[in-house]
């Protein structure tokens, strides 16, 4: 794979991840820490170390979130429409 074809799977890794996080907030964080072996992969491909040390330093950040929240009740927000 070429390193704009990376590029393109990564940034949709990333994209797919938001979506995830504003859906449900465990799954998001759990997401993310699964999405940063792409983030390394790419970065070995393309020789990018300081990209390997981001994606390692979010990986750690998602998981302490995980852990921090852990037990919390995410809830979906309840669609109602606004009344003027």
């Known amino acids: 794979m070429t390193p704009a074809e990376w590029s393109w799977v990564c940034a949709a ?10 859906r449900n907030p465990r799954w998001g ?14 970065g070995l491909v393309t020789n990018q ?3 390997i040390a981001l994606s390692v330093v979010f990986a750690a950040l998602y998981g302490w979130n995980l852990h921090r929240w852990d037990g ?4 979906a927000v309840r669609k109602h429409s606004i009344r003027r």
């Open 29 to 42: 964080w759990t997401y993310g820490i699964l999405a940063q072996i792409v983030w390394v992969a790419y």
């Open 72 to 75: 919390t009740d995410f809830q």
């Open 49 to 51: 170390p300081g990209l």
């Open 13 to 22: 890794v990333s994209v797919l991840g938001c979506w995830i996080g504003g």
